[in-house]
C-alpha cells in the first residue's frame, strides 16, 4: 500500500510544483538582478544667482527638499551644479557660458540678471525663474500664459502688491505724506517695482523720495539722504543687492526710529518692523514642480508662469513698541505671525 505506481505519481507531483517555483524565483531575481544593475540617469540641474553662495555651496534647501519629495536623490538621479555671481555683473555673462557648456538638463535662475544671463545665451536649455519680477514686462516670456520660448518660472505681481504694501504703511502710519523707496536701480526687475510703486504712491496721495543703489558703497549715501530728508516710512525692495545688505538697512532703521516696510518675512524676524509678501520657501518648491516636469519632458514654452497666491504679514511688537508706532488693530488682526 503506498507502494503502487499511483502513490509514486503524487509523490513526484510535489517535486514538479518545487522546481517550478524554484524556476520562477530564480526569473525573478534575474529580472530584479537587471533592474537594479541597469545605469540611471543623472540629470544635472544648474541653479544660477546673482548672489554669494551659501556656507554649503547648495542650492536653497527648501527646493532641494521638493525634488526629493518628487523622487529626485542628490547623488543617485540628481545633481546640483551651483553658481553664484557674488554681486558681480561682469561675472553673470561669464556664468551663463559655463552653463551651456554644461548643458544641463535645466537652469534654475534666481533673480532677474541671472535669468536675463542665461536666457542670453541659450535658447535651447530650459530656464527655470523665480524672483525675477514680472517676466512678461521684462521681455524673459512672450507672455504669462505663453511664455513661448525657453523660460518659464513664477512672476511678481508687483503691481497690485506695491499698491499693498504702501496700503499697510499708510494704516500704520496715516499721517505719512513721504514714503522713501530703496531699491537697486541696476536690476531692471527691481527698477519696474520702483516704478510701480510711484504709481500707487500717486494713488494714495504719498510723494516719494527715490534712494537708488547700485553697489553696496551707495547704501551709506541713502542713508544719508534719509537722514537730511527724514522721511515718514521706508520701502525696501528686496533682490540679492539689498539682501546682502539687510543688516545695515535694519540697523539704520532702527537707530534713526524709520518704519519701514519689506517684501519678506526674515527681515522682520531679524528686526524689522513689517513685511508683506509671498512666502520663499513656497516659491522653491514651486520650482521644483517646474524642474519635473520640463525633465519628464515638457517644454518651458508650454508650462504657463505662475503668479504666488499665498501671502503672509508679518509683524513685529518689539520693534513696533522700540519706535513708538501703534499697530492698528485693522492690520494686527490680518496678521499671519506676530513676533515678539
Not at 557660458?97 to 545665451?121: C, S
Not at 547700485?214 to 533682490?239: G, H, Y
Not at 509678501?277 to 518651458?300: Q, T, Y
Request: charged share 25%.
Amino acid at each position: 500500500m503506498g507502494s503502487g505506481p499511483g502513490c509514486e505519481r503524487r509523490r513526484r507531483e510535489p517535486s514538479i510544483g518545487r522546481r517550478g517555483a524554484l524556476l520562477a524565483f530564480a526569473a525573478c531575481v534575474a529580472v530584479a538582478t537587471a533592474v537594479a544593475q541597469a545605469p540611471v540617469h543623472l540629470y544635472r540641474v544648474g541653479y544660477f544667482a546673482n548672489g554669494y553662495a551659501p556656507a554649503d555651496g547648495a542650492p536653497p534647501a527648501a527646493f532641494r527638499q521638493a525634488m526629493r519629495e518628487l523622487g529626485y536623490v542628490e547623488g543617485r538621479n540628481v545633481v546640483y551644479i551651483g553658481r553664484w555671481a557674488e554681486l558681480r555683473t561682469d561675472r553673470l555673462a561669464q556664468i551663463a557660458r559655463e552653463f551651456v557648456e554644461i548643458n544641463p538638463e535645466v537652469i534654475v535662475a534666481f533673480g532677474y540678471p541671472a535669468a536675463d544671463a542665461a536666457r542670453q545665451v541659450s535658447s535651447t536649455i530650459p530656464i527655470v525663474v523665480a524672483a525675477a519680477g514680472d517676466p512678461a514686462a521684462t521681455g524673459l516670456v512672450a507672455s504669462l500664459a505663453r511664455p513661448g520660448g525657453n523660460v518659464t518660472g513664477i512672476s511678481d505681481d508687483s503691481a497690485v502688491l506695491s499698491a499693498k504694501r504702501l496700503e499697510l504703511l499708510k494704516e500704520v502710519r496715516p499721517n505719512a505724506g513721504r514714503i522713501a523707496v530703496l531699491w537697486n536701480a541696476r536690476n531692471e526687475a527691481m527698477t519696474q517695482r520702483y516704478r510701480e510703486i510711484e504709481k500707487a504712491a500717486g494713488t494714495l496721495h504719498i510723494n516719494v523720495q527715490a534712494l537708488a543703489v547700485r553697489d553696496p558703497a551707495d547704501f551709506d549715501d541713502a542713508f544719508a539722504a534719509m537722514s537730511r530728508e527724514r522721511p515718514d516710512a521706508l520701502l525696501v525692495v528686496t533682490d540679492a543687492l539689498t539682501r546682502t545688505n539687510q543688516r545695515r538697512v535694519l540697523e539704520y532703521a532702527a537707530k534713526s526710529d524709520v518704519p519701514a516696510m519689506y517684501e519678506f518675512s526674515d527681515f522682520v524676524r531679524d528686526g524689522g518692523l513689517i513685511s508683506y509678501g509671498p512666502r520663499s520657501d513656497d516659491a522653491f518648491r514651486r520650482l521644483a514642480v517646474f524642474v519635473d516636469r520640463i525633465l519628464r519632458g515638457a517644454r518651458p514654452a508650454d508650462l504657463p508662469v505662475e503668479q504666488p497666491t499665498e501671502f503672509e504679514l508679518v509683524i513685529n511688537m518689539k520693534t513696533a513698541n522700540s519706535l513708538g508706532v501703534t499697530i492698528p488693530p485693522s492690520v494686527y488682526l490680518r496678521a499671519s505671525e506676530v513676533v515678539r
